[in-house]
């Protein structure tokens, strides 16, 4: 069995420091009918909770905000403890980002949820009111993955709560204490318990949570798994968002400052030891700066201390588990039997740990490696070379996955227009991986990389479903499409359709006499 966890006889799942192997702690596997008890008692809160206005609902998660702010070192430290990043990333990529989620909803949520007027361009219906209307789903589950363990469900969770939802978490069976202090806050900031709930547990647990009487989940994790995730909500025809892997590319055009875009790429496919969804997983650089930019990469990684992330000066913390540190040693091996230069790192590091392994530099890649196609998520940054603008956008486009993409040049409408030619759901010029920090900027992906959004507008959209009320200004007409048929009516409608879309204007002059005067002629019952 894995050293990281372990599922015990009496159903505790142990969890472990990654880069210690020390216990953590343990932590109860929810059985099915515990979660299904627990989305029951989630359900029953939950109408009370959308009673509420608005504002105090916001009111909570700004308590929420507050707490989290003044306790953003225990909470980095939980988080540094049981994911193995350093505390500086658990505060900036972690913390950081649920505080700014926060605010995002508290300046935005309570316009958002305001009714809004639809008005209608078709003559028929100008006597008719049109308002939308957004109403919370009820129950949502949130399946999440170990290495965003606290910002992703800390924002997926508040913009449901906001929106007037009910959480049921499954956190990852590797970081489940994160998931706890996010429970552990909302409820010192007044929550009712039912309203956010943490079921930990491992992949049996996140099944059962599927199965329950949910009404919408947001998973976030490996294809594979959303894959599964997806068949079983298909079976039950229940709304799923799916945040799933990545392989991100980064271009350097030829006009790029190379010590800029080195800096870039070293910390984009360094970052979180490689285990961003958002990592830099390949990167296509001009041939005119090629040899430049792998030497100013080389430099930078080497300069990198991987170590323990509680300590201050540790750059990159462990992989976390074995598992992984196994695929991210399979791809570079693979790499470099296909001819790629090794010309930073290429191996584990055991005098640290068993989940170690050096920040690695890759040149002179090619697509026909894993590397280039599979995920590897881990401290490995693979790079070959472009002649072309068109060959590096063909490059990029060459892929399964279509979560982000980065453009580097000294030239800001070229970086937008090559932007537009990338397939990914979010495109940076000239930064890596910090649109996830943007709480305006809608996150996810398209082809294998998922389905759906979180953050922003389009993130709020997905918490909600639209119900449209139509309220009729005369109620005391009755409707000229009603019955009453007959070759009046026929001709009633051939004159309306040639009123509204014949362009002759006598045409539609006659329409409009025809539609009246058979109008007249009918009688409606
Ligand atoms: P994973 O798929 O192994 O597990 C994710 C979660 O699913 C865990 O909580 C796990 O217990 C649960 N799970 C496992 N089997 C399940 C099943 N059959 N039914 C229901 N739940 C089940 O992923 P991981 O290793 O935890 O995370 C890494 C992956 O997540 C990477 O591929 C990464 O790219 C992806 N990721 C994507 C995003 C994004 O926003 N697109 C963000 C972070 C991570």
Same mark, same amino acid.
């Given at each position: 069995m894995n050293a990281i966890h372990a599922e015990l006889a009496h159903e505790q799942l142990v969890v472990l420091?990654? +880069? !210690?192997?020390?216990t953590i702690g343990s932590v109860p596997v929810f059985a099915p009918d515990e979660v299904a008890a627990a989305v029951e008692r989630a359900r029953a809160a939950q109408p009370l909770w959308a009673a509420k206005p608005i504002r105090e609902r916001l009111a909570l998660i700004r308590r929420f905000q507050e707490l989290l702010c003044a306790q953003k070192d225990a909470v980095s430290a939980v988080i540094t403890r049981e994911a193995g990043k350093p505390l500086g990333e658990a505060l900036s990529t972690e913390v950081l980002v649920v505080l700014d989620g926060a605010q995002y909803l508290l300046d935005n949520a309570a316009e958002f949820l305001l009714p809004e007027h639809v008005p209608h361009a078709n003559l028929a219906m100008k006597l008719k009111r049109g308002t939308l209307l957004r109403e919370p789903y009820g129950v949502f589950g949130i399946i999440s993955p170990w290495n965003y363990p606290f910002s992703l469900p800390s924002v997926q969770a508040l913009t449901a709560l906001a929106m007037g939802n009910a959480v049921v978490l499954k956190p990852s069976e590797f970081t489940p204490f994160t998931s706890l202090e996010l429970q552990r806050l909302l409820r010192d900031a /007044?929550? %009712? +318990?039912?309203l956010l709930q943490v079921v930990t547990g491992a992949g049996a647990t996140g099944g059962a949570l599927l199965q329950a009487k949910i009404d919408k989940m947001i998973f976030t994790g490996s294809v594979a798994t959303g894959k599964k995730v997806a068949q079983a909500a298909a079976a039950r025809l229940l709304p799923v968002i799916l945040e799933l892997g990545g392989k991100d590319p980064m271009i350097v055009l030829d006009d790029a400052d190379v010590d800029v875009a080195s800096s870039a790429a070293v910390w984009g496919a360094f970052m979180n030891a490689g285990q961003?969804?958002? %990592?830099? *997983?390949r990167c296509y650089v001009h041939e005119s700066i090629y040899e430049k930019f792998l030497a100013a990469c080389t430099a930078k990684a080497g300069k990198l201390r991987p170590g323990n992330? +509680?300590?201050?000066? !540790?750059d990159i913390g462990p992989m976390i588990h074995a598992r992984q540190l196994a695929t991210v040693k399979a791809h570079v091996q693979d790499a470099v039997a296909r001819g790629a230069r090794v010309l930073a790192g290429g191996a584990p590091l055991p005098q640290l740990g068993p989940n170690f392994f050096a920040p690695t530099l890759l040149a002179d890649? !090619?697509?026909?490696m894993d590397i280039m196609r599979e *995920? !590897?998520? /881990?401290?490995v940054l693979p790079v070959c070379s472009f002649k072309t603008d068109d060959e590096a956008v063909a490059l990029a486009n060459d %892929?399964?996955? /279509?979560l982000a993409a980065s453009v580097f040049t000294g030239n800001k409408s070229r970086g937008e227009q090559l932007a537009r030619r990338i397939n990914a759901g979010t495109v940076m010029v000239n930064d890596v991986i910090c649109c996830f920090g943007i709480s305006e900027a809608p996150h996810g992906g398209i082809k294998a990389s998922g389905i759906g959004r979180t953050h922003g507008r389009y993130g709020l959209e997905e918490m909600v479903w639209p119900k449209y009320v139509d309220s009729d200004q005369m109620p005391k007409m009755k409707k000229l499409?009603? #019955? /009453? #048929?007959g070759p009046a009516f026929r001709s009633q409608m051939q004159g309306f359709i040639e009123l509204l879309f014949t362009r002759n204007l006598t045409n539609r002059v006659r329409g409009a006499a025809k539609s009246i005067q058979s109008y007249l002629g009918r009688k409606l019952f």
């Open positions: 420091n990654p +880069a !210690t192997q020390e /007044g929550l %009712s +318990a039912d961003t969804c958002l %990592s830099v *997983e992330g +509680a300590d201050p000066n !540790t890649v !090619t697509h026909q *995920e !590897t998520f /881990g401290p %892929s399964e996955f /279509g499409w009603w #019955y /009453g #048929y």
